[in-house]
């Protein structure tokens, strides 16, 4: 949906403008803002393609909102630091990474297509970052909520991976900025559900009650304690590789539902980049047992029983919790 809000003079009634995705969409708000009856509260969302665009441009396909410019390999970005897969890195990734190729489409690529690659997101971000800024022009910030949001991160080079899905930091980091007027700057370091958190967020800034049993509280609320991201790996109907990531304090204990060093474990204060897996360490042995725990507790109490039979379970883990997971078998 590219923007919706309360239709000036039909009470009760949404006005929904057609898709429009990238160009166009900032003057369509604007005018739609500047034509809003203004006693009356509204919501109004604008959803900007680009740069998931970055997508197309990986599989060598048009770019729906126009092609980014040619620029030599010089003037791009260079390859981040981390961009060669770690050691100890998950065996599931790199079949999932070959399995998705034609997804993907990066394959093949040399550290000069990889540069280019960043280059075109930069370009990409650069194309939306004006959009919004237009946009933005066209609102009394003084009285008004404004959220910026994006639905994933993206590889961006970075362990040799492009698009999403990975349990990587650069993938499941994402954006989230709110701007409410009458309150005080402040940040949240940990990643959050940041879907699961607008709701309470927003009711929170409005002064309303948010609906009962909700996942996440209100951002303005400050930070969780811990965050479990998952992820799933789909091949056309068929569900692939799944995972589940566990943030608590400086550590991220990752592990996916298969394959050779399934489990990763890294400081993310020493380490954000993920190159030393902690896991296959002794020295960490006992924050790697604990954060198993961790991840149980939490799969045991949100009913995640999708995953139970795929965690690696700690030591300490009673008797009849492995009796309980797998009553029924596989």
Not at 22 to 29: N, V
Not at 84 to 103: D, V
Not at 134 to 159: M, Q
Request: hydrophobic fraction near 35%; charge should be neutral; aromatic fraction near 6%.
């Amino acid at each position: 949906m590219a923007c919706a809000a309360s239709q000036r003079n039909r009470p009760g009634r949404l006005r929904a403008h057609p898709p429009v995705w990238g160009r166009g969409l900032a003057e369509a708000c604007a005018e739609w803002l500047g034509a809003r009856a203004t006693d009356r509260p509204y919501l109004l969302v604008a959803s900007f393609d680009d740069p998931h665009t970055i997508c197309e441009y990986a599989r060598s396909q048009p770019m729906p909102y126009g092609d980014v410019p040619a620029c030599p390999v010089e003037d791009t970005p260079p390859l981040p630091a981390n961009h060669l897969r770690a050691p100890y890195s998950p065996a599931a990734l790199r079949t999932e990474a070959g399995a998705a190729e034609r997804m993907y489409g990066t394959r093949d690529y040399t550290p000069d297509d990889w540069r280019r690659y960043r280059g075109a997101y930069a370009h990409l971000v650069e194309r939306v970052d004006g959009r919004i800024g237009r946009l933005l022009e066209s609102i009394d910030l003084a009285k008004t909520t404004v959220v910026f949001l994006s639905d994933h991160g993206d590889g961006d080079a970075s362990h040799g991976w492009n698009q999403k899905t990975a349990l990587h930091q650069e993938c499941i980091r994402v954006p989230l900025l709110v701007h409410a007027p009458g309150r005080a700057p402040g940040t949240v370091d940990t990643p959050v559900a940041g879907v699961l958190a607008l709701l309470p967020t927003l009711c929170q800034v409005a002064g309303i009650s948010p609906p009962p049993g909700l996942a996440c509280r209100s951002l303005l609320d400050g930070q969780p304690d811990a965050v479990v991201v998952q992820t799933l790996f789909e091949s056309g109907s068929k569900p692939q590789t799944t995972g589940r990531a566990l943030i608590k304090g400086r550590f991220k204990y990752t592990v996916y539902s298969w394959g050779l060093h399934r489990e990763q474990l890294h400081d993310l204060m020493a380490d954000p980049g993920e190159q030393r897996n902690l896991a296959v360490e002794s020295s960490q042995a006992r924050v790697l047992e604990a954060m198993r725990g961790h991840l149980l507790d939490w799969a045991l109490e949100h009913k995640d029983t999708a995953f139970l039979k795929k965690l690696v379970l700690p030591s300490s883990a009673p008797t009849h919790v492995r009796k309980d997971i797998f009553a029924v078998p596989y």
